[in-house]
């Protein structure tokens, strides 16, 4: 069973910015589409971006343009570069490969934004 582990989240104001890191236990990471996702209080959990084990990126309309997802293979670790945060993306963040059946859930990290 693969475990993820992640961090970075806090108190931003609006407009700042935030970078949020998940470690993944378990070698198969490289080869496996990982995903950020976020859950907000009395909302279902959303994909907000996803990256493949090659580099190919995708990304919800609501953080296009905003939200930057990377990675490290080497260091089975996943990224969310977030920038130009809104109120409205305060939320739980966690990180899982990209499929119809998930690994164990982290903790996840939170993000709040606000003045």
């Known amino acids: 069973q693969v475990h993820v582990v992640e961090s970075g989240g806090g108190l931003v104001q609006p407009g700042g910015s935030l970078r949020l890191s998940c470690v993944a236990s378990?070698?198969?990471?490289?080869?496996?589409?990982m995903g950020w996702y976020r859950q907000a209080p009395g909302k279902q959990r959303e994909l907000v971006a996803a990256?493949?084990?090659?580099?190919?990126?995708n990304y919800a309309d609501s953080v296009k343009g905003r939200f930057t997802i990377s990675r490290d293979n080497a260091k089975s670790t996943v990224y969310l570069q977030m920038n130009s945060l809104k109120p409205e993306d305060t939320a739980v963040y966690y990180c899982?490969?990209?499929?119809?059946?998930?690994?164990?859930w982290g903790q996840g990290t939170q993000v709040t934004v606000s003045s």
């Open positions: 899982n490969k990209v499929s119809q059946v998930a690994w164990a």
């Open positions: 990256m493949s084990s090659v580099g190919m990126s």
């Open positions: 378990g070698s198969i990471f490289r080869i496996t589409t």
